[in-house]
């Protein structure tokens, strides 16, 4: 019989049967009716071929056949706990492998892994850049960040920001435009033009002209006094998303982080 045809679920009810020896604490066991344990038994004698239990006065038996069948049948459970167990022992595991944009890992998230990191020394993270996509197949990652207007077509959370903001040197009135891909003022003819925000920014502290970027890169720059603000924080239909594919979503590791980096 092929592996795609084995019956699965009348072999779990002949188990319990088996050892039980009444189809009624069966179904107690199993959470059905005992109609729907004897109709399973049914089905399973009709697909083997053989006679699996016979009701006698003293109750119900085991014929020979369902009997030979119980020790391989119950070590092949056990074969089936230990494999889930190792499937879900990667829920257990404390390394997190995360893919983001560089400029963003440098100013935003390396400081908070740091922090979260402090409150758990067995924790472990591989970082990876997105510069060149993300491709959750070939990475082994559990988690990701992009930019955009949504998560795309993975699972994902936004990353707080109140949006863009403009940031200069502090001792310098710019005027010239610096500009990345991506940026709300961009300008092809701009005397400096950068590859990313994080390049952006720096170049605005080093005196180089005036940058728009997102707040939550700026922040930490604002806050140090290394560049200054020129006018509001705007909001932008862009921001940062942490995303990944829903099995790795699903994982307690992930969305530990994701609920520590979405705030």
Same mark, same amino acid.
Request: glycine share 8%; aromatic share 4%.
């Given at each position: ?20 020896? #009444? ?165 092809? #003819? ?74």
């Amino acid at each position: 019989m092929k592996r795609t045809h084995l019956p699965l679920n009348g072999l779990r009810v002949l188990d319990a049967a088996a050892r039980h020896l #009444s189809f009624t604490r069966a179904a107690d066991e199993l959470a059905v009716t005992p109609a729907a344990v004897g109709q399973q038994i049914r089905a399973l004698e009709d697909t083997l071929g053989v006679v699996l239990f016979r009701r006698t006065t003293r109750g119900l038996e085991l014929t020979p056949e369902g009997e030979a069948g119980l020790a391989p049948l119950r070590d092949g459970f056990l074969q089936f706990e230990e494999a889930v167990r190792a499937m879900q022992a990667g829920q257990s595991s404390k390394s997190l492998t995360i893919a983001a944009p560089r400029d963003l890992t440098e100013k935003w998230l390396m400081p908070r892994l740091a922090r979260i990191a402090a409150t758990d020394p067995d924790l472990r993270f591989v970082l990876l850049s997105a510069e060149e996509g993300i491709d959750f197949t070939q990475a082994n990652l559990d988690l990701a960040i992009r930019w955009g207007d949504g998560p795309g077509e993975h699972e994902g959370e936004a990353i707080e920001s109140d949006g863009m903001i403009t940031v200069t040197a502090p001792t310098e009135a710019a005027t010239s435009i610096i500009t990345w891909p991506g940026s709300p003022d961009g300008d092809a #003819s701009a005397p400096m033009q950068v590859a990313d925000a994080g390049l952006a920014l720096d170049a605005a502290a080093a005196g180089l002209g005036r940058a728009t970027v997102p707040e939550l890169l700026a922040a930490n720059d604002l806050a140090t006094g290394r560049v200054v603000a020129i006018g509001d924080t705007v909001p932008s239909r862009g921001g940062y998303w942490l995303v990944a594919p829903l099995p790795q979503w699903r994982q307690k590791k992930v969305k530990a982080l994701v609920e520590a980096l979405a705030v």
